[in-house]
T-cell receptor, first 110, second 113 residues
Framework: RKEVEQDPGPFNVPEGATVAFNCTYSNSASQSFFWYRQDCRKEPKLLMSVYSSGNEDGRFTAQLNRASQYISLLIRDSKLSDSATYLC???????????FGTGTRLKVLA | DGGITQSPKYLFRKEGQNVTLSCEQNLNHDAMYWYRQDPGQGLRLIYYSQIVNDFQKGDIAEGYSVSREKKESFPLTVTSAQKNPTAFYLCASMDGSGANVLTFGAGSRLTVL
């Protein structure tokens, strides 16, 4: 089993739609969680950190479920510019290592 | 502006040659990382360094070497022992102040001819 697993997609959604991605992790001692966005042939950029209480940034909402060991990302009112690959990142406690999922590709269609 | 600079952006190498990728940061971050990304794949950790003069192997260190003589610099050498070196190489640093967010450079794309 991979340490961090994501559905690779692609998720093809129309503009204005709501879309949700899940990411599961295997290490129950994981401490820090993040969602990154990566555009084609570019570096990943932080979208948001994920906190235990859940957090929201505009149209984006992230949730953490420690009991089931997954994190989620919800995007509301999708824009064409949201088309990208979304990477789930987990950092286990007691380590400096960050573990990346393979990413979920999103295409927002006009 | 603070950030991470990687060079060169594109690099072509003949088989059997070593090549060094540069990574410089002016963010005053202690920790630095090298990742490799293959098409359609996630990022895989090559090496990381928590402090100057110290570094640890990641998951795919074979065929690579690093040094960390200065806080700002973490160069990666891709040696001829690396069997499939063609990839997108990403350098990152981490603030360590609490947010623990990774910040990436723009990457170096290596092609072996």
């Amino acid at each position: 089993r991979k340490e961090v697993e994501q559905d690779p997609g692609p998720f093809n959604v129309p503009e204005g739609a709501t879309v949700a991605f899940n990411c599961t992790y295997s290490n129950s001692a994981s401490q820090s969680f993040f969602w990154y966005r990566q555009d084609c042939r570019k570096e990943p950029k932080l979208l948001m950190s994920v906190y235990s209480s859940g957090n929201e940034d505009g149209r984006f909402t992230a949730q953490l479920n420690r009991a089931s060991q997954y994190i989620s990302l919800l995007i509301r009112d999708s824009k064409l510019s949201d088309s990208a690959t979304y990477l789930c990142v987990v950092r286990p406690s007691g380590t400096y290592k960050y573990i990346f999922g393979t990413g979920t590709r999103l295409k927002v269609l006009a | 502006d603070g950030g991470i600079t990687q060079s060169p952006k594109y690099l072509f190498r003949k088989e059997g040659q070593n090549v060094t990728l540069s990574c410089e940061q002016n963010l005053n971050h202690d920790a630095m990382y090298w990742y490799r990304q293959d098409p359609g794949q996630g990022l895989r950790l090559i090496y990381y360094s928590q402090i100057v003069n110290d570094f640890q192997k990641g998951d795919i260190a074979e065929g690579y070497s690093v040094s960390r003589e200065k806080k700002e610099s973490f160069p990666l050498t891709v040696t001829s022992a690396q069997k499939n070196p063609t990839a997108f190489y990403l350098c990152a640093s981490m603030d360590g102040s609490g947010a623990n967010v990774l910040t990436f450079g723009a990457g170096s794309r290596l092609t072996v001819l």
